[in-house]
T-cell receptor
Framework: EAGVTQFPSHSVIEKGQTVTLRCDPI?????LYWYRRVMGKEIKFLLH????????ESGMPNNRFLAERTGGTYSTLKVQPAELEDSGVYFC?????????????FGPGTRLLVL | AQKVTQAQTEISVVEKEDVTLDCVYE???????LFWYKQPPSGELVFLIR??????QNEISGRYSWNFQKSTSSFNFTITASQVVDSAVYFC??????????FGAGTQVVVTP
């Protein structure tokens, strides 16, 4: 069974540009999460989808970040316009259901560098 | 508010030594879940273990063991007879009944031959 996949693995853009990150969860997983780790800091939660609905977006830093999950399958996270402080590693995770015993499985991350 | 503290930034050991990673958590919830993840140099986060707040039984899996103590709000992780392949960043995380994980800052483990 394929794990969580993320694309691209790396992205280097200039300040002010737009970048779109993609996450494909494990097949059949209704729950999809986005996290990020800014250099030297902790891994921080961004948002949580249940199927195509946003269950919790309390971690989204500002309105330059837009996440979508059309059809309840893959998800995209768009940063527009990107700022220097957006640099970091963006992780996606998925889980089968929202039950108490859920375990989130993570993808390899997308390393974003904003110059 | 929830908080996870991993006070050790980096631990360096020589192969075959044991290494213990500390994790202290704070939560007001009576039901919660604790996790350990491993991030090898390749970058992905690999799930290692989940422990429920109502189950304080310690666990051993091969060279890995976990010591969960509610009285001290700790969930420590020990690697016995470390190997070079254990070199990675290890994250402790906390979750309430459902949803987002609260991560610690991570501990870098360096195992040298």
């Amino acid at each position: 069974e394929a794990g969580v996949t993320q694309f691209p693995s790396h992205s280097v853009i200039e300040k002010g540009q737009t970048v779109t990150l993609r996450c494909d969860p494990i097949s059949g997983h209704d729950n999809l999460y986005w996290y990020r780790r800014v250099m030297g800091k902790e891994i921080k939660f961004l948002l949580h989808f249940v199927k195509e609905s946003k269950q919790d977006e309390s971690g989204m830093p500002n309105n330059r970040f837009l996440a979508e999950r059309t059809g309840g399958t893959y998800s995209t996270l768009k940063v527009q316009p990107a700022e220097l402080e957006d640099s970091g590693v963006y992780f996606c995770a998925s889980s089968q259901d929202g039950q108490e015993l859920e375990t989130q499985y993570f993808g390899p991350g997308t390393r974003l560098l904003v110059l | 508010a929830q908080k996870v503290t991993q006070a050790q930034t980096e631990i360096s050991v020589v192969e075959k030594e044991d290494v213990t990673l500390d994790c202290v958590y704070e939560t007001r919830d009576t039901t919660y879940y604790l996790f350990w993840y491993k991030q090898p140099p390749s970058g992905e986060l690999v799930f290692l273990i989940r422990r429920n707040s109502f189950d304080e039984q310690n666990e051993i899996s091969g060279r890995y063991s976990w010591n969960f103590q509610k009285s001290t709000s700790s969930f420590n992780f020990t690697i016995t007879a470390s190997q070079v392949v254990d070199s990675a960043v290890y994250f402790c995380a906390l979750r309430n009944s459902w949803g987002k994980l609260q991560f610690g800052a991570g501990t870098q483990v360096v195992v040298t031959p």
